[in-house]
């Protein structure tokens, strides 16, 4: 004969469960860093080595955490691979 659990799993609460508690902080810092970046409208000029460009500052600020963000990738990446 079957038996039927009426007992289930524990609920764990949204904010409680690990993966959800690592993201959030990045979430938010994120959504910070992007209301930043496309508030500053205004154009620069930036000299890349020799050429000098101009363009919106918030296109130089969107590239620098875009860059910033791939070498959080691979940085985290390589822990992650060191540990046994």
């Known amino acids: 004969m079957a038996r039927t659990s009426t007992s289930r799993k524990a609920h764990t609460p949204f904010f409680s469960r690990p993966g959800v508690r690592r993201l959030a902080p990045f979430v938010l810092i994120t959504a910070i860093a992007l209301i930043f970046i496309f508030e500053n409208r205004s154009y620069v000029e930036i000299r890349l080595l020799i050429p000098m460009v101009t363009m919106p500052l918030w296109g130089a600020l969107l590239i620098a955490w875009g860059l910033g963000m791939l070498a959080c990738l ?11």
């Open 74 to 84: 691979f940085t985290v990446r390589r822990r992650s691979h060191r540990r046994p």
